[in-house]
T-cell receptor, first 110, second 114 residues
Framework: QKEVEQNSGPLSVPEGAIASLNCTYSDRGSQSFFWYRQYSGKSPELIMSIYSNGDKEDGRFTAQLNKASQYVSLLIRDSQPSDSATYLCAARTGGFKTIFGAGTRLFVKA | DAGVTQSPTHLIKTRGQQVTLRCSPKSGHDTVSWYQQALGQGPQFIFQYYEEEERQRGNFPDRFSGHQFPNYSSELNVNALLLGDSALYLC?????????????FGPGTRLTVL
């Protein structure tokens, strides 16, 4: 069973701090990885995609991929209360299926 | 640029009934994937349609079926509804020309089975 694992949280950080979200995946054939943000009652919104080992930065967000360790992370710098949401990690398998983790709930305290 | 649209927004059905959910992909996208998201869980892949064919399916029974039309829009049909089918149903569109086949989600259809 191919899986994506995330800590369910909640992860609580003060406003302005760095939030670190982690994810592991089981299928070594996965090549594409995604982070989505989901507010309560809403649909997932794409934050970033990453395909190569290393870091990828976009504004306050940095995604990190380590294929040898089968590990993906998302760092959110200068966290804001509006960042409070559930963050979903996803991995596309060797076929056309994308597998999602259960998500990590993040709370940013003002 | 129109995003992914889904209809209806909410739906209430009773056990044993059948339901059809609809999705229009983002402009320029030709691939549609359907997901089921139960409360507190991540989206679960149901199937993906491309060129009007189902090209991959997740671990869902045959009660779940779909269709893609020549204009790339898609339908998800669920027969013989069970209480456990209550969930948020999400449609995501993508284009194989986009790197990594990045998927963009519609607003979802909330299905309640009584």
């Amino acid at each position: 069973q191919k899986e994506v694992e995330q800590n369910s949280g909640p992860l609580s950080v003060p406003e302005g701090a760095i939030a670190s979200l982690n994810c592991t995946y089981s299928d070594r054939g996965s090549q594409s990885f995604f982070w989505y943000r989901q507010y309560s009652g809403k649909s997932p919104e794409l934050i970033m995609s990453i395909y190569s080992n290393g870091d990828k930065e976009d504004g306050r967000f940095t995604a990190q991929l380590n294929k040898a360790s089968q590990y993906v992370s998302l760092l959110i710098r200068d966290s804001q209360p509006s960042d409070s949401a559930t963050y979903l990690c996803a991995a596309r398998t060797g076929g056309f299926k994308t597998i999602f983790g259960a998500g990590t709930r993040l709370f940013v305290k003002a | 640029d129109a995003g992914v649209t889904q209809s209806p927004t909410h739906l209430i059905k009773t056990r044993g009934q059948q339901v059809t959910l609809r999705c229009s992909p983002k402009s320029g996208h030709d691939t549609v994937s359907w997901y089921q998201q139960a409360l507190g869980q991540g989206p679960q892949f149901i199937f993906q349609y491309y060129e009007e064919e189902e090209r991959q399916r997740g671990n869902f029974p045959d009660r779940f079926s779909g269709h893609q039309f020549p204009n790339y829009s898609s339908e998800l049909n669920v027969n013989a509804l069970l209480l456990g089918d209550s969930a948020l149903y999400l449609c995501a569109s993508s284009s194989p020309t986009a790197k990594g086949d990045t998927q963009y989600f519609g607003p979802g259809t909330r299905l309640t089975v009584l």
